[in-house]
C-alpha cells in the first residue's frame, strides 16, 4: 500500500485566515538554534559551501540541519534563471566552475555523518551540458568517501537534452528529482520563461524510461492561485509520466520583490489532496503547509522502499 508522511502543524483553525494579517499560526516555526545547528552552519561557511537551505530560506533548517540533514548547493550559488518565487540570486557565472567542489561537499557530508544526502542545483544555462558532467563528478565524489551514503539529486531541466541526463544518470544516484513547481497555467507567470510546463514532464519521462527502477520525485508549491481542479491534473501528469515521489507545500514569498501569495491553504486542504495523491498511485506523498522538495528526505526515501519491496 502507498505509505504517507503524517504532517503535523503547529497549531490549525477551521477558519480561513485574511491575507492582510500576515503568517497564519500553523506556518510560524522557532528561530534556529542548538549547538549542531550552529556547529554545521560553522563547517558550511568555511567551507564556503551554499546550501538551499540557507539561500532558499526553509522554514524546516533548524530542524533538518539539528538532525544532521542538509541540503547542499552545487554548481555555485547564482542561477542563470529568474523564477519570481525563488531567492536564489540570478546572473551569468560565465561558465565558471568551483573544482574543489565536489571534494568539499564530500568532505562535509563524512564529517556531518549523513547517511544520506541531497543535492540541488541552480540552474546554469552558460554550460553547453547544464553542469551535468560537474553534478556527476560531485555525486560520484560523494560515494568515494561516503561509501554507504544515499544521493538525492534535486537537478534542473538540462533544457530538456537527453546527453546531460544520460551524464547524470551515469552517477549511480538514488533518487532523481525535477519539481514542477506549479499548475500549468500559472508556469509562466512563476517560472523562468526558459522552464515550461511539458519540458518538466519531459525530463521526468525521460529519466524514468531510461531508468525504470529509480526513485522520481517532484514538487508542487500552493497559494499562487491554482485551483483544486489544476492540483489534480498536475497530479495526474505527474502520474502519467510515472514520478514515484511527490511533496506537496505552501509557497511563502522570500521578499516583497517576489510572487504574492494567493491564499494561505489550510492544513485540512493539504491533508484532502494528500489523499488524492495517495489514490492517484503515487509511492509516497508528503503534503503540508510546511513541507518542502526536500522535506524529511531520507525518511521518505527508506519508507518508500519498503512499499517497494512490500514490507509496507
Known sequence: MPILLEVTPMETTKRPVPLHIGKPAWLKTPIPTGSVYFAIKKDLTQRKLPTVCEEAKCPNIGVCWNTRTATFMILGDTCTRACRFCHIKTGNPQGWLDTQEPMQVAESAKGMNLSYIVLTMVNRDDL??????????????????????????????????????????????????????????????VRDARAHYDQSLSVLDQVKKKAPTLFTKSAIMLGLGETREEIRATLQDLRAVEVDLVTIGQYMRPTKQHLAIKEWVHPDVFAAIKQEALELGFVAVASGPLVRSSYKASEFFSQAQLVREGRR
Do not use: Y
Open 128 to 189: 553547453p551540458d547544464g553542469g551535468a558532467a560537474h553534478a556527476r563528478q560531485v555525486i560520484e565524489t560523494v560515494r568515494e568517501v561516503n561509501p554507504r551514503i544515499r544521493v538525492e539529486f534535486l537537478a534542473g531541466d538540462f533544457q530538456g537534452q537527453e546527453e546531460p541526463l544520460d551524464t547524470v544518470l551515469q552517477s549511480g544516484l538514488d533518487v532523481f528529482a525535477h519539481n514542477v513547481e506549479t499548475v500549468r497555467r500559472l508556469t509562466p507567470r
